[in-house]
């Protein structure tokens, strides 16, 4: 993990759900909120926190189905942003939030309903400004039948490939050490493609909290323009284009912008 001085602990979400967390690091507190796939020891969190701990005590934890959180039946959206509310409370009762992709959409998620969210900082969450433009729309019901079916393996790759993972990198991936992690979590997937475009753009507005909406540069163009046409809905938002990989951006080049944003 990211530091040898970091604490373990779970905190119980409104509904009974056990969910696992690190903190770690001196400074005011800011939550970090994966995407698909990922979770506290895989994934782009764990590298940002590492980054983040000399200015920020840090928070990254396993959302609900994933490693060392339960998943307490039936899934709901509002039952993910418990449990986001429930790390604000465990770190405080005020936060600065970071989500990547779905878990931005999250953050947006707690954010309407009113959580003590300092700042937002939102990394190409897939939230189009048309939701019948959503590429990954018609995917819960396709995976949730995929996971049922036993077929966890080819639930992974038709996400993959839902969201413009390239062919040859898909393959490569299959014989990975990770992969039956991967497939572990996949019943995940559908929570996640759920979340995608879940909040109408009209609600936007109602988001009173300074944000700051990051892409990279090297994302696919539908990414790129979610992220921009966001920023056009949301009240008090910046926009930040950073060089980086597909819906990926160095946590070297991230962390900085991230901190100049929240405390200058």
């Given at each position: 993990m990211y530091t040898n001085e970091k604490t373990d602990g779970t905190v119980q979400s409104k509904d009974g759900t056990a969910i696992a967390f690190d903190r770690a690091g001196?400074?005011?507190?800011?939550?970090?909120?994966?995407?698909?796939?990922?979770?506290?020891g895989a994934g782009p969190t764990w590298p940002l926190a590492a980054e983040l701990i000399a200015d920020f005590t840090v928070y990254t934890y396993d959302r609900r189905g994933r490693a060392?959180?339960?998943?307490t039946q039936p899934w709901a959206i509002e039952r993910e942003l418990d449990d986001l509310e429930a790390l604000i409370t465990e770190a405080g009762g005020k936060a600065y939030v970071y989500g990547i992709s779905s878990g931005a959409v999250l953050a947006l998620g707690a954010a309407l309903r009113g959580a003590p969210i300092t700042k937002l900082v939102l990394f190409e969450p897939p939230l189009p400004a048309d939701p019948l433009l959503n590429p990954v729309r018609e995917l819960p019901s396709i995976l949730d039948e995929m996971v049922r079916a036993g077929r966890r393996g080819e639930a992974v790759e038709r996400f993959q490939t839902a969201v413009g993972i390239p062919a040859e990198m898909?393959?490569?991936m299959r014989n990975s050490p990770y992969r039956p992690a991967l497939e572990a979590i996949a019943h995940t997937l559908v929570y996640d493609t759920t979340i995608a475009g879940s909040i109408p753009p009209a609600q936007l507005s109602s988001v009173g909290i300074a944000t700051l909406v990051?892409?990279?540069?090297?994302?696919?163009?539908?990414?790129?323009?979610?992220?921009q046409a966001l920023v056009e809905h949301l009240p008090d938002a910046q926009h930040l284009s950073l060089f980086g990989h597909f819906h990926d951006v160095d946590p070297k080049l991230l962390a900085p912008a991230i901190r100049e944003f929240l405390v200058g």
């Open positions: 001196a400074g005011p507190p800011i939550i970090l909120v994966d995407g698909a796939m990922c979770y506290r060392a959180s339960t998943d898909i393959a490569g990051v892409d990279s540069g090297a994302s696919t163009p539908w990414l790129r323009e979610t992220t």
